[in-house]
């Protein structure tokens, strides 16, 4: 009964270079989030997967930022021509539709990505 | 327009002692709201949760929350506080008409129990 994994644990990488971050949600989570937590700061919601609907991409910063995801599995989180700002934890979630797609549903959250751009 | 509001960034309470740490909503229906706590180098954990229902939610590790409609706020509370208590408190809500499935979260307080 694995819970949220996410890798790499720790990236470190050159300001400009392209980064991808991996979530492996709970096994039957059929909604999958990524968030992005600044030093000190809240979270701030980047993208979400429901099923096979169409991703709200609301979040995303920039168009360097992107998201995929295959069916109910795995994400991947791909940062194009990282800047320095771009430094930060990066949470992934995931969480069950609840009966009759409530919206109850609770997030579980695996234990993020730090990400330094040099 | 924030949703949540974590007023205080800090709270030390001795062992012990009841804890409050302090959390506002703002949303145009119903919240559905949440709390998480962080420790170090970790992922957020899930406390509890207040969907519908009685007004007194109760969570993990002795923790529950009071939902109060008139005043709009979340409070998290604890009777007696452990040390092991210490760590990072988020409060974040649902706000499905502006928002849709995503948390908005508050900028977090940090609990500091002391022995």
């Known amino acids: 009964g694995a819970g949220v994994s996410q890798s790499p644990s720790n990236k470190v990488t050159e300001k400009g270079k392209d980064v991808e971050l991996r979530c492996d949600p709970i096994s039957g989570h059929t909604a999958l989030y990524w968030y992005r937590q600044r030093l000190g700061q809240g979270l701030e919601f980047l993208i979400y997967f429901q099923g096979n609907s169409a991703p709200d991409k609301s979040g995303l910063p920039s168009d360097r930022f992107s998201a995929e995801r295959t069916g109910e599995s795995v994400s991947t989180l791909t940062i194009q021509r990282t800047q320095q700002e771009d430094s930060a934890v990066y949470l992934c979630?995931?969480?069950?539709?609840?009966?009759?797609?409530?919206?109850?549903?609770?997030?579980?959250f695996g234990p993020g990505t730090r990400l330094t751009v040099l | 327009a924030q949703s949540v509001a974590q007023p205080e960034d800090q709270v030390n309470v001795a062992e012990g002692n009841p804890l409050t740490v302090k959390c506002t909503y703002s949303v145009s229906g119903n919240p559905y709201l949440f709390w998480y706590v962080q420790y170090p180098n970790r992922g957020l954990q899930f406390l509890l949760k207040y969907i519908t229902g009685d007004n007194l939610v109760k969570g993990s590790y002795g923790f529950e929350a009071e939902f109060n409609k008139s005043q709009t706020s979340f409070h998290l509370k604890k009777p007696s506080a452990l040390v092991s208590d210490s760590a990072l408190y988020f409060c974040a809500v649902r706000d499905l008409a502006n928002s849709g499935y995503a948390l908005n979260f508050g900028k977090g307080t940090s609990l500091l129990v002391t022995p």
């Open positions: 979630a995931s969480s069950s539709r609840g009966l009759a797609g409530t919206s109850t549903d609770t997030q579980y």
